[in-house]
């Protein structure tokens, strides 16, 4: 999930002892469409793993 959010332009870190905790680095500002791209990313992520 980590490498293919990576490659598709989503900063994110695991976490927990295993790596099984995904963290995401968002900006503390942030527009809408920016936020929407960074979930559907992370969504699609989630999808194909």
């Known amino acids: 999930i980590h490498q293919t959010a990576l490659a598709n332009g989503l900063i994110m870190i695991t976490a927990g002892t295993?790596?099984?905790v995904i963290r995401t680095l968002m900006p503390l500002t942030i527009d809408?469409?920016?936020l929407h791209e960074g979930v559907d990313?992370?969504?699609n992520a989630l999808?194909?793993?």
């Open 47 to 49: 999808m194909n793993h």
């Open 32 to 34: 809408e469409d920016t």
């Open 41 to 43: 990313i992370l969504v």
């Open 18 to 20: 295993f790596g099984n």
